[in-house]
């Protein structure tokens, strides 16, 4: 499971500020298990986003570490 650094977790459907609270994403898959890492053919667990800017966005564990994703807001589920 991951955080955000007020120790919420990261949910699906969120909004994001990536790049230090520069860009605007949505976490679209929350990857944790080996079996998730080999399905999009990456090695640690970490976060895909959707990011206008650059499309698909992969953050590995550490990456998130040092740059922790900001929270915007979260879809409401129905």
């Known amino acids: 499971m991951f955080k955000y650094q007020d120790g919420s977790e990261i949910m699906?459907?969120?909004s994001v500020?990536?790049?230090n609270?520069?860009?605007?994403?949505?976490?679209?898959?929350?990857v944790t298990t080996p079996e998730e890492m080999k399905a999009i053919n990456v090695e640690e667990p970490g976060v895909m986003l959707q990011?206008?800017?650059f499309g698909r966005v992969y953050l590995p564990q550490w990456s998130l570490v040092q740059d922790p994703l900001r929270f915007v807001s979260r879809e409401q589920q129905a």
Do not use: A, M, Q
Request: proline letters at 11%; glycine letters at 16%; hydrophobic letters at 35%.
């Open 17 to 19: 500020l990536l790049e």
């Open 12 to 14: 699906i459907g969120d």
């Open 51 to 53: 990011s206008p800017p």
């Open 21 to 30: 609270g520069r860009t605007l994403g949505t976490v679209k898959f929350i």
